[in-house]
Nanobody, 116 residues
Framework: QVQLVESGGGSVQPGGSLRLSCVAS????????MSWYRQAPGKERELVAN????????NYVDSVKGRFTISRDNAKNTIYLQMNSLKPEDTAVYYC?????????WGQGTQVTVSS
């Protein structure tokens, strides 16, 4: 069956870094647009970054530009989110999402907490 499993979350001080991973299985990963979303307490889920099937097209929400980097390894069915210069406002549950035509799959999320 379809699975998206995120890992790499945790607690870090402001200015620190984390690298999230999302391993996919059960579908043809290389065909899918992959995205990272996040949801902070009391807020709506928001798109953080996405990457097309080949990795040639990438988009970021303005608040993370220059600090976060999304990438994918189609041979490993994995996407990554390198997060640098983390801020308290980056605190949220981070989810990966796979999209193709009308199909959408979500992972279970991983908590990122940025606090001094």
């Amino acid at each position: 069956q379809v699975q998206l499993v995120e890992s790499g979350g945790g607690s870090v001080q402001p200015g620190g870094s984390l690298r999230l991973s999302c391993v996919a299985s059960g579908f043809t990963f290389r065909n899918y647009i992959m995205s990272w979303y996040r949801q902070a307490p009391g807020k709506e889920r928001e798109l953080v970054a996405n990457i097309n099937s080949s990795g040639g097209s990438i988009n970021y929400v303005d608040s993370v530009k220059g600090r976060f980097t999304i990438s994918r390894d189609n041979a490993k069915n994995t996407i990554y989110l390198q997060m640098n210069s983390l801020k308290p406002e980056d605190t949220a549950v981070y989810y990966c999402k796979a999209s193709w035509v009308r199909l959408n799959y979500w992972g279970q999320g991983t908590q990122v907490t940025v606090s001094s």
